[in-house]
Each structure stands twice: as C-alpha cells, then as structure tokens.
C-alpha cells in the first residue's frame, strides 16, 4: 500500500522537524564539544602520532550520532503510536460501509398530500 504524496511529504517534514530539534538539543552541546575538541586535536600536527586521537574522535563522534539516531527512532515511534491510536479512535469507514449508511439516512421522497386530507 503506498501513501499519498501529501501524507508522505507531512512525514518528511515532521522527521525533518525531530532531526533539528534533536541536533539542538542542550543534552548534546557535551558531547557535540568533546567530538569538536578530539577532531581539532587529531588535525593539529598531522603524523602518525596521531592515530589515537583520530580513534577517539570516531568513538564520540559515532556515540554522538548513536544518540541522535535513537532519539529519532523513539520520537518515530511515539509519533507513529499517536497515529494509530488516532486512527483507531476515529477509523475512517471504508466506502461500502459508508454506502450502506448513507442510504439508511436517506430521506424519502415526500409524497404530496392529496387535496383536502389534513
């Protein structure tokens, strides 16, 4: 089954809304400095040497991206949570249900009254 166009670009855009708030979060700036000052150290004279330095700047720059990443996927699911449960709440009638009901609601046709009858 495949989601209309306006549903996938309203997805799209609420997962581009968590991904900048989640890359601004205050709890990150820690682990945002850390990767910052372990990649300054690893370019600062560039030899051999270096190599540990470089191995701890991956290590907390993937712990960084770690962290966002499972921060994106909980807000997915609790957004996909709420989605359901909304849509379990409120479920869109398919279109023979909806067919049957709009003729039980029907109104009928009104006769006209005959002339004199009260």
Known sequence: MEFPLWFQNAIQRRLDHVSA???????????????????????????????????????????????????????????GAQLVFALLADPLLSGDKL????????PTSVQPEAEGEL
């Open 99 to 106: 067919l049957a009901r709009s003729k039980k609601t029907e």
């Open 21 to 79: 708030r989640i890359e601004h979060h205050p709890e990150l700036r820690r682990c945002r400095d850390e990767e910052k000052s372990a990649f300054q150290a690893m370019f600062s004279g560039v030899d051999m040497t270096q190599l540990p330095a470089f191995m701890e700047w991956e290590d907390k720059h993937h712990f960084k991206q770690a962290i966002m990443n499972e921060w994106l996927y909980l807000q997915g699911m609790r957004d």
